[in-house]
Structures are given as structure tokens and as C-alpha cells.
T-cell receptor, first 113, second 111 residues
């Protein structure tokens, strides 16, 4: 069974540019999570989806961040415009149900210059 | 709010036992987890313990939970160089159903 797939693995952009990250969860997993992991820190939840519905986006900076999971499978996280402080690893995870064991992808390491 | 704290670094010799400690504040935590993160990789769930248990053993891993002191530990017996990684404890509380991670402990295993 394939794990959580994320792309790209690495992204370098200049500040004020837009960027998008893509996640494909494990087949059959209804719950999808996006986390932000700053250097030397643990992951922090940005948004959680149950199927196509965002059920917890309280930590998502909505002025520049957006996410979608239109068909309840793949998800995209976008930043527009990116700032220097957005440099971090963006992790995607999925679970069969909300609150169940979460399986993490390898992450996208974003560097904003 | 919910907070999870860990020591930053632990160095052990190969073959010794490692003990990684974690404290948390949310008294309504239902499950507590230990994740391992190797360089450039995502987080891998190692083990978890339900809040009404005080110990769980899984091969070389032993988890101890002191609910009164809100203290969680992970003991790795016969530590190997392949155990070198960052270890995160995390808790999920009944109120938010959100996974809250600690800052991670870097375990360095010396051959």
C-alpha cells in the first residue's frame, strides 16, 4: 500500500511569489491534515479535512494561505504571496477517520529567499 | 492552552538504554504518542498509550505514563545507531481532538 505522497519535495522561491503544495493521502483515508513544521519544532496543525469539508482551519493564516480538497481525495495548500517567515517543512498526513492513527508524508521543504 | 515539552538532546552509546522524557499539560488527553522522524522524512508512529494505562511494552520500546504528574517517557532498550533520529511525543485531547506535538528530542547514538 502506498503511503502519503507529497510534491514537490523541495521548493525555493523568492518572497512575494505564490507557491502550491500537493498531497495524495492513503487510499480510503477520509481525513487529511496539513501541518507546518518550523526548524527545531514539532508539527503544528494548519487545517484538517473530513472528506471535502474543512472541519478545523483555525490555525490557517487565511490572509495568505488557502487549501482545497475538492473531491475529498487529493489536497492542495497554497501560499500567496509567500513571506520569508514561511520557510518551513509542510507536512501532509491522513487517517482513516478523524482522531485515528495519522500517517505522514515526507513533507515539502519550502525556502523563501 | 495545551503544551507539550521535551528535552532537546540525548546522547547514548550503542547498546545502552535511552530514556526520552515528555511532560504535557492537558489533563483530558486520551491518547499519547511517540513519533520518530529521520532526516528528510515524515513522522513515523512508533507506539502509543491510552491514558488509562501506565505502561506499554512493544519489543525494545517501553512507554511509561504518570498521569498524576503528566509525565510520559519512552525507553529504548539496546539502542542502535539506526535509532538516531528526532523523537516527538504528542497528545490528543478530548476537547479539541487535535494532535499536539512536543518540540522533539534529538537522539544521537554513538558507536
Amino acid at each position: 500500500e502506498a503511503g502519503v505522497v507529497q510534491s514537490p519535495r523541495y521548493k525555493i522561491i523568492e518572497k512575494k511569489q505564490p507557491v502550491a503544495f500537493w498531497c495524495n493521502p492513503i487510499s480510503g483515508h477520509n481525513t487529511l491534515y496539513w501541518y507546518l513544521q518550523n526548524l527545531g519544532q514539532g508539527p503544528e496543525l494548519l487545517i484538517r479535512y473530513e472528506n471535502e469539508e474543512a472541519v478545523d482551519d483555525s490555525q490557517l493564516p487565511k490572509d495568505r494561505f488557502s487549501a482545497e480538497r475538492l473531491k475529498g481525495v487529493d489536497s492542495t495548500l497554497k501560499i500567496q504571496p509567500a513571506e520569508l517567515g514561511d520557510s518551513a517543512v509542510y507536512l501532509c498526513a491522513s487517517s482513516r477517520v478523524g482522531g485515528g492513527e495519522q500517517f505522514f508524508g515526507p513533507g515539502t521543504r519550502l525556502t523563501v529567499l | 492552552g495545551e503544551d507539550v515539552e521535551q528535552s532537546l538532546f540525548l546522547s547514548v552509546r550503542e547498546g545502552d538504554s535511552s530514556v526520552i522524557n515528555c511532560t504535557y499539560t492537558d489533563s483530558s488527553s486520551t491518547y499519547l504518542y511517540w513519533y520518530k522522524q529521520e532526516p528528510g522524512a515524515g513522522l513515523q508512529l512508533l507506539t502509543y498509550i491510552f491514558s488509562n494505562m501506565d505502561m506499554k511494552q512493544d519489543q525494545r520500546l517501553t512507554v511509561l505514563l504518570n498521569k498524576k504528574d503528566k509525565h510520559l517517557s519512552l525507553r529504548i532498550a539496546d539502542t542502535q545507531t539506526g535509532d538516531s533520529a528526532i523523537y516527538f511525543c504528542a497528545e490528543i485531547g478530548g476537547a479539541t481532538n487535535k494532535l499536539i506535538f512536543g518540540t522533539g528530542t534529538l537522539l544521537a547514538v554513538q558507536p
